[in-house]
């Protein structure tokens, strides 16, 4: 599956809520994000539109390897 070109900052941030992550606070255009679902785990998502494929695909690794699972398969849950 393809990385989305077109996600924005606020979309990625309602596709993570279902896995336990809430905004924590914002620094400028930066938007912190934690969860407590298989420990502590922080990301800073970029408030931009949209979001640079690289800098996508880095946040969705970090994701998935804390989730324990491959960025293919979490990209298929986020996405479809």
Known sequence: MRIPRDLTGQDL???LKPYGYFV????????RLSTEQNGQ???????????KIGTLSAILG???????KTKEALMQELFG
């Not at 924590?24 to 938007?31: E, F, K, L, N, P």
């Not at 785990?41 to 979001?51: A, E, G, Q, S, W």
Request: glycine content about 4%.
């Open 62 to 68: 970090d994701v998935a390897t804390h989730l324990n």
């Open 24 to 31: 924590t606070r914002q620094t400028g255009s930066h938007i």
């Open 41 to 51: 785990h922080h990301i800073t998502v970029p408030n931009h539109d949209p979001l």
């Open 13 to 15: 941030i309602k596709h």
